[in-house]
């Protein structure tokens, strides 16, 4: 069964700047679409951000311009390359398949920015 490790949050200024990865276990990660979802206090999980196996990304309005999606299928590995964070960005930060999450959800990293 395919695990899920996601790190690289932390603590970070507006405007600041955090790099997520995403760690998968198993061979036939490279088939699926991966996305970044985040979670924030007291809101459902929304999808920010996805990219196919073969690159195609796609990125919620809410962080378009500010976030990049990158995968590296050989070593199952997906980033998430966050710039100009808001308050607004602050959740947990986690990976898994899309549209269907196929894949038991990690703990997920937290992120949080605050002066």
């Known amino acids: 069964q395919v695990q899920l490790v996601e790190s690289g949050g932390g603590l970070v200024q507006p405007g600041g700047s955090l790099r997520l990865s995403c760690a998968a276990s198993?061979?036939?990660?490279?088939?699926?679409?991966m996305g970044w979802y985040r979670q924030a206090p007291g809101k459902q999980r929304e999808l920010v951000a996805r990219?196919?196996?073969?690159?195609?990304?796609n990125y919620a309005d809410s962080v378009k311009g500010r976030f990049t999606i990158s995968r590296d299928n050989a070593k199952n590995t997906v980033l998430l390359q966050m710039n100009s964070l808001k308050p607004e960005d602050t959740a947990v930060y986690y990976c898994?398949?899309?549209?269907?999450?196929?894949?038991?959800w990690g703990q997920g990293t937290q992120v949080t920015v605050s002066s």
């Open positions: 898994n398949t899309y549209p269907l999450a196929y894949f038991t």
């Open positions: 198993g061979s036939i990660f490279s088939i699926y679409v």
């Open positions: 990219i196919t196996s073969g690159h195609v990304t």
